[in-house]
């Protein structure tokens, strides 16, 4: 035992042959494009002037429309709004409810940078892959004291509808 050796083998995995780079999908501009500009439609038939952003997978803008007359900060609110969509993987009101079930617990989140319990932005998928987000801030509310939000997010939802066949799966 005395001249006896040892020696140990660890598995240890090879970083060469890991996986370097990653294929993600994302919303194109062109129809991220398409979404906004249906999205403002469906709003002037209403008779609202809205700002509506249109986010890729990766939270960043690849169309911002703020319409002739929408107020200043319609551009952040619909840019918020879709943040929130697109790191939530919900609609952004959907969000809201959830947070104010949870409130006070719920409150850290609400520090965010960029994150809002309003009505107004959904996640745009492909399939299963989330791969945009679209925000509209801007309608007036309703009577009685009904926020915009959901008139918001059925202008959203008209930008998603007019894409939607291009998104497959």
């Given at each position: 035992?005395?001249?006896?050796?040892?020696?140990?083998?660890?598995?240890?995995?090879c970083i060469a042959h890991a996986q370097a780079v990653v294929t993600e999908r994302s919303l194109a501009v062109t129809a991220a494009n398409e979404a906004a500009m249906a999205a403002l439609e469906q709003c002037r038939k209403e008779g609202?002037?809205?700002?509506?952003t249109v986010l890729d997978h990766a939270g960043r803008t690849k169309v911002a429309l703020r319409d002739d007359g929408a107020n200043p900060h319609t551009v952040q609110h619909s840019l918020n709004k879709a943040y929130t969509a697109l790191t939530?993987?919900?609609?952004?009101?959907?969000?809201?409810k959830r947070a104010a079930a949870s409130f006070p617990g719920?409150?850290?989140?609400?520090?965010?940078?960029?994150?809002?319990?309003?009505?107004?932005?959904?996640?745009?998928?492909?399939?299963?892959d989330l791969v945009g987000a679209i925000g509209v801030s801007g309608s007036p509310s309703g009577a009685g004291g009904q926020g915009g939000g959901a008139t918001d997010e059925k202008c959203a939802q008209a930008g998603i509808d007019r894409i939607a066949k291009g998104l497959g799966g």
């Amino acid at each position: 035992m005395k001249n006896a050796k040892w020696l140990v083998v660890l598995s240890i995995p090879c970083i060469a042959h890991a996986q370097a780079v990653v294929t993600e999908r994302s919303l194109a501009v062109t129809a991220a494009n398409e979404a906004a500009m249906a999205a403002l439609e469906q709003c002037r038939k209403e008779g609202h002037r809205v700002a509506v952003t249109v986010l890729d997978h990766a939270g960043r803008t690849k169309v911002a429309l703020r319409d002739d007359g929408a107020n200043p900060h319609t551009v952040q609110h619909s840019l918020n709004k879709a943040y929130t969509a697109l790191t939530y993987r919900t609609a952004s009101g959907e969000y809201g409810k959830r947070a104010a079930a949870s409130f006070p617990g719920s409150s850290g989140a609400l520090h965010l940078d960029k994150i809002t319990t309003a009505a107004g932005g959904l996640p745009i998928r492909a399939g299963k892959d989330l791969v945009g987000a679209i925000g509209v801030s801007g309608s007036p509310s309703g009577a009685g004291g009904q926020g915009g939000g959901a008139t918001d997010e059925k202008c959203a939802q008209a930008g998603i509808d007019r894409i939607a066949k291009g998104l497959g799966g």
